[in-house]
């Protein structure tokens, strides 16, 4: 069985500060999504990366995905409250794998 | 234009009754998808449909059951209800599975 462990499950930080959400598996992605969910609607997707140590920029978000394509991570710089959701990482083997997710929550 | 539309947004309901979710799409996606989520924010795929025809049946209690009477619409239909059932249910679709989903705003369920 396939699985994605996915930290921390829960940040709370001030605003400017920076972070970083972690994505691992011991087993192998073929892409690994992540999606951003707010209050009341469905998550959507920010980023997928495809090749092992594939990093893609998105305004302050950086994200990683490994050399062994097991594992991944989101870095947020400067936070706003903005940035404030719900964020799940997804493995892509066949079906959508999605993580715990990490609910971040920026303060002004 | 909604891309993915769910109905209901909201559903409350008595143990033991019959519901259903409808879904449509309006990307031209041949992939469609029931996904539950629960009151940890867990998501976890339910079903997937691919042209019509189901794909993906995870191990979901055969009381549920999905329908997808054309590529743009897939139902869900849950007879039965038990309390465990309350979560929220998503509705996706894909142009291939199981590339970039887009996900409709979710029927949160809650069995009384």
């Known amino acids: 069985t396939q699985l994605l462990e996915q930290s921390p499950q829960f940040l709370s930080i001030q605003e400017g500060e920076n972070l970083t959400v972690y994505c691992n598996s011991s087993?192998?992605?073929?892409?690994l999504q992540w999606y951003r969910q707010e209050p009341g609607e469905g998550p959507v997707l920010l980023v997928t990366v495809v090749t092992g140590g594939e990093v893609k920029k998105l305004k302050r978000l950086t994200f990683q995905f490994g050399d062994a394509r097991k594992d991944s991570s989101l870095h947020i710089t400067a936070a706003q409250p903005g940035d404030t959701g719900l964020y799940l990482c997804a493995g892509a083997g066949g079906k959508l794998i999605f993580g715990q997710g990490t609910e971040l929550s920026v303060k002004p | 234009d909604t891309a993915v539309s769910q109905t209901p947004k909201y559903l409350v309901t008595q143990m033991g009754n019959d519901k259903s979710i409808k879904c449509e799409q309006n990307?031209?996606?041949?992939?469609m998808y029931w996904y539950k989520q629960d009151s940890k924010k867990f998501l976890k795929i339910m079903f997937s449909?691919?042209?019509?025809?189901?794909?993906i049946n995870e191990t979901v209690p055969n009381r549920f059951s999905p329908k997808s009477p054309d590529k743009a619409h897939l139902n869900l239909h849950i007879n039965s209800l038990e309390l465990g059932d309350s979560a929220v249910y998503f509705c996706?679709?894909?142009?291939?599975?199981?590339?970039?989903?887009?996900f409709g705003p979710g029927t949160r369920l809650t069995v009384l």
């Open positions: 990307l031209g996606h041949d992939t």
């Open positions: 087993s192998v992605f073929s892409s």
């Open positions: 996706a679709s894909s142009s291939r599975d199981p590339g970039k989903q887009f």
């Open positions: 449909y691919n042209n019509k025809e189901l794909i």
